[in-house]
């Protein structure tokens, strides 16, 4: 199995403007979740899904922040409108039990 | 609100020591716990977990020890490699009806010298 697969792997983008993350859960796993890591406050959770429904979104910061996962095999999250401090490492993991499996991260800067 | 924290932000060891690595956690109600490493511009990689019925379990090179009355969790890597300088997280994990989300810790950081 490829595991978790993100992309873009970077993004460079202007304040204002519309980012979407995505992400390929590793097949059978039927939980997902986005991650937001910075130096400050680390390993946030954002949300997450369990077979595609979305369980608890508490951790996403404002309105700007959505999260989508139309099937078992992609999710997408999306910051409309971007602002700086969003430039963060974005990741998502899956899991079929507890032990999450993380993939390589979006890295965001929102200039 | 309930939180993983770490007890030393880094750790500097020399090759071939063995490295301890702490985390103390707040939620008494967490059953399951989890260790994970991270190393530069990578995704957390799953180490090595225990559940709370446990107070012990050993792996490769790794053990973690889990002391549910100070609501204490160390990771143990024995002969410590220049390969395993990375950050390190705990998290935990509280099952109930909705599903279970691993809430991290801030991260230890390990530099092994040769």
């Known amino acids: 199995d490829a595991g978790v697969i993100q992309s873009p792997r970077h993004e460079v983008t202007e304040m204002g403007q519309e980012v979407t993350l995505r992400c390929k859960p590793i097949?059978?796993?039927?939980?997902l979740f986005w991650y937001r890591q910075t130096m400050m406050r680390g390993l946030e959770l954002l949300i997450y899904?369990?077979?595609?429904?979305?369980?608890?979104d508490s951790g996403m910061p404002e309105d700007r922040f959505s999260a989508k996962m139309p099937n078992a095999s992609f999710s997408t999250l999306k910051i409309q409108p971007s602002e700086p401090r969003d430039s963060a490492v974005y990741f998502c993991?899956?899991?079929?039990?507890?032990?999450?499996?993380f993939g390589s991260g979006t890295q965001l800067s929102v200039l | 609100g309930e939180s993983v924290g770490l007890h030393l932000p880094t750790l500097s060891v020399q090759e071939g020591d063995n490295s301890i690595i702490n985390c103390a956690y707040s939620n008494s109600a967490s059953d399951y716990f989890i260790w994970y490493k991270q190393e530069s511009g990578k995704g957390p990689q799953f180490i090595i977990d225990?559940?709370?019925?446990?107070d012990k379990r050993q792996g490769q090179r790794v053990t973690v020890l889990l002391n549910k009355t100070v609501k204490h969790l160390s990771l143990q890597i024995a002969a410590t490699q220049p390969g395993d300088s990375a950050v390190y997280f705990c998290a935990e994990s509280t099952v109930n009806q909705a599903g279970t989300a691993l809430i991290f810790g801030k991260g230890t950081t390990l530099s092994v010298s040769s």
């Open positions: 993991a899956s899991t079929a039990g507890e032990k999450l499996f």
């Open positions: 899904f369990n077979n595609n429904v979305p369980i608890d």
């Open positions: 097949s059978g796993h039927n939980s």
């Open positions: 225990i559940r709370s019925n446990m």
